[in-house]
């Protein structure tokens, strides 16, 4: 019947099949000569009007090659762990879960947190200003600059950051000139991705991690290689978490090669 006909001919149509063949008679459809001059166009996508013959679908071949994202990576055994080689040499990182003492840990963040001159930044981009999603403080010798916005030299350093700052040295075997204390006040503080590669740290410095209070995940991911553009895609990523107490040393390349 000529209703069956339209329904068979729509969903022919949607499926982007072959061609219909040509009918040789009228039998449910209108003449030539009878169709109506305008026609409504949601109508005429579903077969009730004059049809466009479809083309045939030709499947090409992708011109880049079908790539996987990489699986992220988790660390949270203890001990030293190397990332990656490169040109720019051995990424490494050494994770210390139990650096502090629980009930250590407890008391120094509820010290830290009630007598160090937090402030909120505010940092620019591309000309507009905006205030960190955070809070901080800084001490070090020589100023710090970072998204456009300095903070200035503090020499003033808390008597328990210069304890920690020692014992930091002691497990790491490295110095430690400066330091900037980083506040999330909740779930919706962050920072964004970067690498601590500026000037003033000097040539593939280490950097200690001393984390206090709630879990955090502490992410990584690879500098992505220059033919890619830009592109974090298909870069290698890795995850820590951060428990009450945790430090992390980062050495080697990995300001060079990673971002966190």
């Not at 305008?38 to 009730?48: D, E, K, M």
């Not at 996987?68 to 040499?89: L, N, R």
């Not at 075997?173 to 601590?196: A, T």
Request: charged residues 20%; proline residues 9%; negative net charge.
């Amino acid at each position: 019947d000529v209703m069956s006909d339209k329904r068979q001919r729509a969903r022919v149509q949607g499926s982007w099949a072959k061609q219909l063949p040509k009918h040789s008679g009228p039998t449910g459809t209108v003449p030539n000569n009878q169709q109506p001059k305008s026609v409504n166009p949601a109508l005429a996508s579903w077969g009730f009007g004059p049809q466009k013959t479809p083309k045939t679908f030709e499947f090409h071949q992708p011109t880049k090659p079908i790539r996987d994202v990489p699986p992220e990576k988790v660390i949270e055994q203890a001990g030293d762990h190397e990332i990656s080689h490169g040109p720019s040499g051995v990424s490494r990182l050494q994770l210390l879960p139990a650096f502090l003492h629980p009930e250590n840990a407890d008391w120094m963040f509820s010290k830290l947190l009630a007598e160090l001159p937090w402030s909120q930044k505010t940092n620019y981009r591309q000309g507009e200003a905006y205030e960190e999603p955070r809070l901080t403080c800084w001490y070090g010798e020589l100023p710090y600059t970072y998204a456009r916005s300095t903070m200035a030299a503090n020499t003033q350093w808390h008597p328990l950051l210069l304890t920690l700052r020692e014992a930091v040295e002691q497990v790491s075997g490295c110095s430690f000139n400066s330091l900037l204390c980083n506040l999330y006040r909740d779930g919706h503080d962050s920072i964004g991705w970067h690498s601590d590669d500026e000037a003033s740290l000097g040539d593939k410095p280490t950097i200690a991690s001393l984390s206090l209070g709630d879990t955090r995940v502490f992410s990584l991911r690879k500098q992505p290689p220059p033919e890619e553009n830009g592109d974090y895609t298909y870069v290698e990523r890795i995850r820590v978490p951060l428990h009450h107490g945790t430090l992390l040393l980062m050495a080697g390349a990995t300001q060079d090669d990673w971002q966190v």
